[in-house]
């Protein structure tokens, strides 16, 4: 258990609807990353906080995507007007201590049709 | 622009054998330089990590990695291979100036013959 929580773990949705992802991310820690792994590939970086800022977007951050956090604590994705290319795993990864490694999440697989 | 390269896809060993997985990076500095391992349906769990200091790391489960500055490498090494050590890795450096956010390469998937 890495003490980094997403929900909910699997989304089955159609085309052209919206969904969200929650991530509950270490406490103690301030910075808060999002990726996105498709099959067969690594993760690659979506965007990150630090505290309530969102600090970076990916380019692969369309405007259908938006994220959050309020307060500097959980983080939520959405993903409005789904394509079926947005089917992927969305990882939340948080760091601890001062060194840099980042925890992940288990992930919250979506799959559009 | 920082990149990982893992050149194998796919690599299949006798368990009991050795293994050697490889990364290859591209980054201007000092790299933070960690390996990942995934089983399937599983998020990611991190084997070890390379800061500074001895070039030579031990990470969890028997593994470890050699960081080599000259060859802008960071392979993953396993004296005996388990059956159960099937799973992808996956190598990543990590940006400490840019919000320490990691890239990552594209993943070795790893089979392990009885």
């Known amino acids: 258990d890495t003490g980094v929580s997403q929900n909910p773990r699997h989304k089955i949705t159609k085309r052209g609807q919206n969904v969200t992802f929650r991530c509950d991310p270490i406490?103690?820690?301030?910075?808060l990353y999002w990726y996105r792994q498709t099959l067969g590939q690594g993760p690659e970086f979506l965007t990150y906080?630090?505290?309530?800022?969102?600090?970076?977007k990916s380019r692969l951050l369309s405007d259908r995507f938006s994220a959050e956090r309020p307060k500097g604590s959980f983080s939520t994705l959405e993903i409005q007007r789904t394509e079926q290319g947005d089917s992927a795993m969305y990882l939340c990864?948080?760091?601890?201590?001062?060194?840099?490694?980042?925890?992940f999440g288990e992930g919250s697989r979506l799959t559009v049709l | 622009a920082q990149s990982v390269t893992q050149p194998d896809i796919h690599i299949t060993v006798s368990e009991g054998a050795s293994l050697e997985l490889r990364c290859n990076y591209s980054?201007?500095?000092?790299?933070?330089l960690f390996w990942y391992v995934q089983s399937p349906g599983q998020g990611l769990q991190l084997l070890l990590k390379?800061?500074?200091?001895?070039?030579l790391v031990q990470g969890i489960k028997g593994f470890e990695a050699e960081f080599k500055r000259s060859q802008s490498s960071f392979n993953l090494r396993k004296p005996s291979v388990h059956w159960s050590d099937a799973a992808e890795y996956f190598c990543?450096?990590?940006?400490?100036?840019?919000?320490?956010?990691?890239?990552f390469g594209q993943g070795t998937e790893l089979s392990v013959k009885p």
């Open positions: 990864a948080s760091p601890r201590g001062e060194t840099g490694e980042l925890f």
């Open positions: 406490s103690e820690h301030n910075r």
């Open positions: 906080f630090q505290n309530e800022a969102q600090l970076e």
């Open positions: 980054y201007g500095a000092t790299p933070y």
């Open positions: 390379y800061f500074s200091g001895d070039t």
């Open positions: 990543a450096v990590g940006l400490y100036n840019q919000g320490g956010k990691l890239i």
